[in-house]
Each structure stands twice: as C-alpha cells, then as structure tokens.
C-alpha cells in the first residue's frame, strides 16, 4: 500500500483493532503521510489520505452480524462515499442478499458510491448481476477503455485464480470516470505473496 500510495483503499480480513493499528501506524512510519480510517469493527476497513468528512457501518449480513465499513470523502470539490465489504465465501444466495443490502445502505447517501471488497462471486453470476446494477465494473470500463494493466501469468483482472474481487461505482455519479485499473504483482524472489489476494489498484478521474 506504501509503494502505491493510494488516495483510498478499501481492505478486508482485518479482524481486530489491533490489527488496524498496527497497518495504520506501518503506513504512517512509511509514508509519512497521515491515514485516516472507518472500521467496521471487525473485518472490513476504509484508509484515506484524505480526510474523512463522515463514516459509518452497514450492517449487511445481519444473520452472521457482518457490518462494511464507509468512509466519505471530498475530492476536487465532490463527494464520495466509500464502502468496503466481504461477501460470504460459500452461499451465493447469502451473496445475493448481501449485495442488496449493501447497495441499500449506500442508497442513503449521494453520489458518487464506490463500493469494493472481497465478494468471492464469479462474473456473469446473479449475485454479480445485482452488485453491478446501476453500477459500473471499474475493472470492465477499464478494459474496455484500453487502460488495465495485468502480469504475466495472471488471468484477466484476477485476484485470485479468478476475479473475485470487485470494485464497483454508481452509474449516476458523471463526474466520477474509470480511468485505468491494474492488478498488482506482490511475490517476493520466492514467490511467496503477503497476501492470497492480488491488490487491484482503480485509478478514477474526478470532474
């Protein structure tokens, strides 16, 4: 994250407060940038470089008590809404409810909405089908601008041996462009990832 030094990341599997601590002040000693940060409380996390105006929760898997994390943000004049989420890693139905309700919370506040995160569903899928209504696939409108970037071996626009993770911005934000998308290659000389997902790095023009 140091070496990209995004505006906004969306990140998950961060259990506990502990953890975002300890990621946080990482990229505060390595950037010397401050970070600014919403926490679900347990799994799911917003970081910024620039300030946050508002963040919330969104309780979006209530049977499994599962919240997203929302940060809000202000950039070149305009507003957007962040939200980062994990879907359930084995039920497409819980999936399809939970895209639904997340996409609900973010309802409730203005354009532009990115939502992104972990949602271990396969493209084309009807879980996939309802996370990407009336919202854009930023990794397709950079592909078909010309504009993603991929590595050797890796599969198209995969994460992990597939895509599964996405990130997703409301349709009816027109100031608010995909302008490239990447997936980042993070082995070490031994091949060995810190994570076993790739970051996907979005880069959006905001008008």
């Known amino acids: 994250i140091a070496k990209i030094n995004p505006h906004v990341a969306s990140l998950n599997e961060v259990d506990t407060s502990a953890q975002v601590a300890a990621d946080v002040n990482a990229l505060r000693a390595k950037t010397g940038a401050t970070w600014y940060l919403a926490f679900s409380g347990r799994g799911n996390l917003v970081i910024s470089r620039v300030k946050m105006e508002d963040v919330s929760k969104c309780l979006y898997a209530p049977s499994y008590d599962v919240y997203a994390a929302h940060g809000s943000i202000v950039f070149n004049g305009r507003r957007i809404n962040l939200w980062s989420g994990h879907m359930h890693v084995s039920s497409a139905s819980s999936r399809l409810s939970e895209a639904k309700a997340l996409q609900k919370c973010a309802a409730n506040w203005s354009e532009a909405r990115i939502i992104a995160g972990d949602y271990n569903m396969q493209y084309g899928s009807t879980e996939y089908k309802a996370a990407a209504t009336n919202y854009t696939d930023a990794w397709l409108a950079a592909k078909a601008a010309g504009a993603t970037a991929n590595y050797s071996g890796n599969c198209d626009g995969c994460t992990r041996k597939s895509r599964i993770d996405y ?41």
């Open 167 to 207: 990130v997703f911005s409301s349709k009816g934000a027109s100031f608010l462009k995909v302008k490239s998308a990447q997936i980042v290659d993070t082995r070490d000389s031994k091949g060995k990832m810190p994570s076993d997902h790739k970051p996907m790095v979005v880069t959006y023009t905001v008008n």
